[in-house]
Nanobody, 115 residues
């Protein structure tokens, strides 16, 4: 069973930075892509950033220029570096791993951004 565990969430002031980590129980190259999703209170989950097996990255429009995604293959961990945070970035951040049609999710980590 694939397991993903997010960490690094916590209260941050608007304009601040935070780095989230996603530890994957398997070799991250086993998956087509590792992605981060954001779910704001009362809203649906939205894609924030993804990195595929080849290293290509993709970002949601609302975070372009502010967030970056990277990985450490040696420890099977993917990071989401968040900068210039806004109150609308508040919510739960989930890490997912995709292989073919299957998508595995972590439990999420909370990120409240105060104004």
């Amino acid at each position: 069973q694939v397991q993903l565990v997010e960490s690094g969430g916590g209260l941050v002031q608007a304009g601040g930075s935070l780095r989230l980590s996603c530890a994957v129980s398997e070799n991250i190259f086993n998956f087509n892509a590792i992605s981060w999703y954001h779910q704001a209170p009362g809203l649906q989950r939205e894609l924030v950033a993804s990195i595929n097996v080849g290293g290509r990255t993709n970002f949601g429009d609302s975070v372009k220029g502010r967030f970056t995604i990277s990985r450490d293959n040696a420890v099977n961990t993917v990071y989401l570096q968040m900068s210039s945070l806004k109150p609308e970035d508040t919510g739960v951040y989930y890490c997912t791993a995709t292989i073919l049609s299957r998508q595995y999710w972590g439990p999420g980590t909370q990120v409240p951004v105060s104004s």
